[in-house]
């Protein structure tokens, strides 16, 4: 019981007891400890020294590696942007074949233009030494656009033979318009001499008609002023 002065001592004696013990026991424990500590630390720098040899033999194997797969590296990268162009020639000569169909899609294509177009397509040849892999397909390509360019070139001679049929036509009407206005033209001269004939008949009648009287009066003897009639009177 703390509460009273026996109690009280026999508490502080008995933590004192504690506490030394407790300090002699850390003691000990540094104590016994200490070899195990020195040990560690031998035992570091011996693994430092060992592991600064290794890397030392590590080092230029591992740079040898690494160069390596560096020069690895380069030729995969050589390699695919070889890849990436052959691949992008053949497809630009794709292109160039089926190129032709849009050529004979512009305006104002003559099928003698698109025809020869087909000449120069199905006069081509795709050498599998030089088209590789893309020898079928450029000659897919060439196929599929000589075939679109004969449907066009068909339709286009049908416009042309339309086209050439209306200007025939055209010819025509225009011939057939400058004969019907000669043929009236010739007519109304015709029609304008026969009234300006008429015309001058009538003139020359009446000025024959008109000049015999004038004879006539001219040449009637006069008459006597005894038989004369006489004149009405007012």
């Known amino acids: 019981d703390l509460r009273t002065v026996a109690g009280d001592k026999a508490a502080r004696a008995a933590r004192m007891e504690l506490v030394s013990t407790r300090a002699a026991l850390e003691k000990r424990r540094k104590e016994l400890k200490a070899p195990a500590l020195e040990f560690g630390r031998q035992v570091d720098a ?27 590296a380069a030729e995969k990268a050589e390699r695919e942007r070889i890849e990436a162009e052959r691949r992008a020639k053949h497809e630009a000569g794709i292109a160039r074949i089926r190129a032709y169909l849009a050529r004979a899609q512009e305006p104002g294509m003559t099928a003698e233009r698109i025809g020869k177009g087909i000449d120069a397509l199905t006069a081509l040849w795709f050498d599998p030494a030089v088209w590789e892999d893309y020898a079928e397909r450029a000659l897919q390509a060439r196929d599929e656009t000589v075939v679109a360019m004969a449907k066009l070139m068909e339709a286009a001679q049908a416009r042309e033979a339309e086209a050439a049929r209306l200007e025939a036509q055209r010819i025509e009407n225009e011939r057939v318009a400058r004969e019907l206005a000669e043929q ?25 008609i008109d000049a015999a009287k004038v004879a006539d009066l001219l040449l009637r003897p006069p008459v006597a002023e005894e038989q004369r009639e006489p004149a009405e009177p007012a």
């Open 46 to 72: 011996q693994a430092e020294r060992i592991k600064g040899e290794l890397l030392a033999l590590e080092a230029p194997i591992d740079a040898q590696i690494k160069a390596d797969e560096e020069r690895r």
């Open 184 to 208: 009236r033209r010739a007519f109304e001269e015709r029609e304008a001499e026969a009234r300006r004939a008429e015309q001058d008949a009538r003139r020359r009648t009446q000025e024959a």
